[in-house]
């Protein structure tokens, strides 16, 4: 049965930091790219960053490129989140999983983790 754990957010002042991180299982992690998600209230969940299996070439989204910051470990079976000099319009609920083409995703969707940056 296939587990995405995400973990690490809380409650930060703008200007601050926050490292989210994602426990995969059940499934080949290392086989798979993986992607951070954000969903802000009312609004679509949007693609924020991707790193592809090997964990070289990373992709973000224009709105965080230069402050947050993609890895991985593939022993660890995890996936990481650094975010720095966060932003109120960072707030969203953040999740993980396994990009498909099209903006569709290869498994069900975790929990999240909560992400609220004060002004």
């Known amino acids: 049965q296939v587990q995405l754990v995400e973990s690490g957010g809380g409650l930060v002042q703008s200007g601050g930091s926050l490292r989210l991180s994602c426990a995969a299982s059940?499934?080949?992690?290392?086989?798979?790219?993986m992607s951070w998600y954000r969903q802000a209230p009312g609004k679509e969940r949007e693609l924020v960053a991707t790193i592809p299996s090997g964990g070289r070439t990373t992709n973000y989204a224009d709105s965080v490129k230069g402050r947050f910051t993609i890895s991985r470990d593939n022993v660890k079976n995890t996936v990481y989140l650094q975010m720095n000099s966060l932003k109120p319009e960072d707030t969203a609920v953040y999740f993980c999983?396994?990009?498909?083409?099209?903006?569709?995703?290869?498994?069900?969707w975790g929990q999240g983790t909560q992400v609220t940056v004060s002004s």
């Open positions: 999983n396994a990009p498909l083409f099209g903006g569709r995703v290869y498994y069900p």
């Open positions: 059940g499934f080949t992690f290392s086989r798979y790219a």
